[in-house]
């Protein structure tokens, strides 16, 4: 499968690259800056360069031109009101768009969990990244393409054991990023999941029982 991923040299990003290097797919991996071609390579990608707030829909469509699936994976990383809905919000509009036009059908969103931030002080650059991340689920969900969205728990760099929990509605917690990874690669490799929010935290269950278990 060619698997186009937008924020493929993020640290999710990044971490699925090889996962799906290693499953004999094809990562097509969209990076914005020309030193992170060559460490996509190394890790089993083809880098295609492309910036989400300055590519039309008809250019991004051609990038995805071969590509089966899409892993959106990007975001502005608390950059402010603007990156933030030029990035997570209008990206991920732009990103639906070109992949209907692009055909290709399977699309993955990495968004977030809802509660996220809520046991501290509210702020409102995350009140508005919420809101964003909850209307990109929502324009994702209204389209026609075979979707699957993520909702992790606040994300850690630390190494995974392997467990994760994944439901409809979990408690919130955090999670690894390589679960995250996994998780994502898994859903790849599971086409009956499909139009489907799972909620994703580290747990106690192993990456591949819980998703058969969901799928
Ligand atoms: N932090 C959390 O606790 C948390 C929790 C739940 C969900 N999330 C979501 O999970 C996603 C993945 O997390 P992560 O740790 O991998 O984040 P990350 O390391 O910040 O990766 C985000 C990627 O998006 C790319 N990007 C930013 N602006 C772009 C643009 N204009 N065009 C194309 N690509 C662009 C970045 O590119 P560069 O490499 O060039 O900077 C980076 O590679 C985040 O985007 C966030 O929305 C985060």
Same mark, same amino acid.
């Given at each position: 499968?060619? *698997?186009?991923?937008?924020?493929?040299?993020?640290? *999710?990003?990044?971490?699925?690259?090889?996962?799906?290097?290693?499953?004999?797919?094809?990562?097509?991996?969209?990076? !914005?800056?020309?030193?992170?071609?060559?460490?996509?390579? %190394? @890790?089993? /990608? @083809?880098? *295609?360069?492309?910036?989400?707030?300055? $590519?039309?829909?008809?250019? $991004?469509?051609?990038?995805?031109?071969?590509?089966?699936?899409?892993?959106?994976?990007?975001?502005?990383?608390?950059?402010?009101? %603007?990156?933030?809905?030029?990035?997570?919000?209008?990206?991920?509009?732009?990103?639906?768009?070109? #992949?209907?036009? #692009?055909?290709?059908?399977?699309?993955?969103? *990495?968004?977030?969990?809802?509660?996220?931030?809520?046991?501290?002080?509210?702020?409102?650059?995350?009140?508005?990244?919420?809101?964003?991340? @909850?209307?990109? %689920?929502?324009?994702?969900?209204?389209?026609?393409?075979?979707?699957?969205?993520? !909702?992790?728990?606040?994300?850690?760099?630390?190494?995974?054991?392997? @467990?994760?929990?994944?439901?409809?509605?979990?408690?919130?917690?955090?999670?690894?990023?390589?679960?995250? /990874?996994?998780?994502?690669?898994?859903? &790849?490799?599971?086409?009956? &999941?499909? !139009?489907?929010? &799972?909620? $994703?935290? %580290?747990?106690?269950?192993?990456?591949?029982?819980?998703?058969?278990?969901?799928?």
């Amino acid at each position: 499968m060619n *698997v186009f991923i937008i924020g493929a040299a993020g640290k *999710v990003g990044s971490r699925l690259v090889p996962l799906l290097a290693d499953a004999g797919h094809v990562p097509l991996a969209m990076h !914005r800056k020309s030193e992170q071609a060559q460490i996509l390579a %190394d @890790k089993g /990608a @083809k880098p *295609v360069a492309g910036d989400i707030t300055a $590519l039309t829909v008809d250019e $991004l469509a051609e990038l995805m031109e071969s590509a089966d699936a899409v892993v959106f994976s990007a975001g502005a990383g608390g950059a402010g009101y %603007d990156l933030t809905q030029a990035v997570d919000g209008d990206g991920l509009v732009k990103a639906v768009a070109a #992949a209907r036009k #692009a055909g290709a059908t399977r699309f993955l969103l *990495v968004s977030a969990f809802p509660e996220a931030g809520r046991d501290a002080e509210p702020k409102e650059g995350l009140e508005n990244y919420m809101r964003i991340k @909850k209307l990109t %689920d929502a324009h994702l969900s209204q389209s026609d393409l075979d979707w699957v969205i993520v !909702r992790p728990g606040t994300l850690s760099s630390e190494g995974g054991d392997g @467990k994760v929990a994944l439901g409809l509605a979990l408690p919130y917690g955090n999670v690894s990023r390589d679960h995250v /990874a996994q998780v994502l690669a898994g859903i &790849l490799e599971r086409p009956q &999941l499909s !139009r489907v929010i &799972l909620e $994703l935290t %580290d747990g106690d269950t192993p990456v591949g029982d819980a998703l058969d278990a969901m799928a």
